[in-house]
């Protein structure tokens, strides 16, 4: 069992940056893969970025690539994701989640353990 828990949410204006950061705590953090995602209300859950365990290599959504930064410091458990240039489009619930078996990134439905998700709002 890994229990995920999101900060660093808020309200910003457009263009403005934030750093979400997700402290995993039991289970196997080192050895699962690590996304974020985001939710919109009456939208589907997206997939925003991931970084694997084994090889450590990263991947963006096509609508963040570029603005966001996925990163992961396994001697604190902790993944974090630097948001910049925000939009008012960004503004959504961001979650946490582990892929226990390291084969999945991008498919929410793989990933077995959720954080309770952070609030980000962007204002135009």
């Known amino acids: 069992q890994v229990e995920l828990v999101e900060s660093g949410g808020g309200l910003v204006q457009a263009g403005g940056s934030l750093r979400l950061s997700c402290a995993a705590s039991?289970?196997?953090?080192?050895?699962?893969?690590m996304g974020w995602f985001r939710q919109a209300p009456g939208k589907e859950r997206e997939f925003v970025a991931a970084v694997t365990w084994r090889s450590g290599n990263i991947y963006y959504g096509a609508s963040v690539k570029g603005r966001f930064t996925i990163s992961r410091d396994n001697a604190k458990n902790t993944v974090y994701l630097q948001i910049n240039s925000l939009k008012p489009e960004d503004t959504a619930v961001y979650y946490c989640?582990?892929?226990?078996?390291?084969?999945?990134?991008?498919?929410?439905?793989?990933?077995?353990?959720w954080g309770q998700g952070t609030q980000v709002t962007v204002s135009s």
């Open positions: 039991g289970g196997t953090f080192t050895s699962s893969n």
């Open positions: 989640a582990a892929e226990p078996t390291g084969t999945y990134y991008s498919d929410y439905r793989q990933y077995r353990y």
